[in-house]
């Protein structure tokens, strides 16, 4: 047993347990593997979480969240011409973008059963980026800096070409040059917009 408060205890079996359901998934982690891997005991456990449930849920929240990033986000989109803040939103997403909140293990409520709490809280924060990115669209079509264009089609647009590069890393470890791709994205997006 470790010697320490009931916090680093809790954190200690969050780390665990988010190590083994992000590789494996709900089905396929015990809660002996979970006590093995955070030297504990399963009554701490439930102590802790109330059951393996409470403690995949607290472990999706805290993989799963978005906020971060999101409010990374809201700041780039914060710049008042829109021109420079769709560069600056395009930049961050792409070497911001919070890839373990898509560890497939994440999602595997059961083995080919999706989790509906993650889902969801990934759903409402990729709504929330769409909304920024609509926003900026929306105030440089106003500025006339933007040609009249739909902004939700134009940002999930924008959005297709940003997570096509990070979905393709994520799930086939395929390798990009971020950089050059954030370049011709700015540049192509802005050119499309004249």
């Known amino acids: ?46 102590y802790h979480f109330g059951d393996k449930k409470g403690l995949f849920d607290a472990v999706a929240r805290r993989r799963i969240s978005m906020d971060d990033f999101i409010g990374k986000l809201d ?49 409402g924060g990729l709504e929330r980026i769409r909304s920024m990115a609509v926003g900026v669209v929306e105030r440089g079509i106003a500025l006339g800096e933007f040609r009249e264009a739909d902004p939700g089609m134009a940002s999930d647009c924008l959005l297709g070409m940003l997570n096509r590069v990070i979905f393709q890393h994520i799930h086939f470890a395929k390798v990009s040059d971020r950089e050059a791709y954030r370049r011709f994205v700015t540049e192509f997006f802005l050119t499309a917009m004249k």
């Not at 089905?27 to 456990?45: F, L, Q």
């Open 1 to 46: 047993m470790h010697p320490e408060g009931p916090r680093a205890t809790a954190e200690r079996i969050l780390a665990a347990a988010s190590r083994l359901f992000a590789e494996r998934g709900f089905a396929n982690v015990s809660v002996r593997d979970i006590c093995k891997e955070a030297g504990t005991s399963a009554p701490v456990i439930y």
């Open 75 to 123: 700041e780039a989109c914060g710049e008042h011409e829109p021109r420079k803040a769709l560069a600056s939103f395009i930049s961050v997403y792409l070497s911001s973008f919070p890839e373990r909140a898509f560890d497939p293990g994440l999602y595997m409520r059961d083995s080919a059963t999706l989790d509906k709490n993650s889902a969801q809280m990934v759903v």
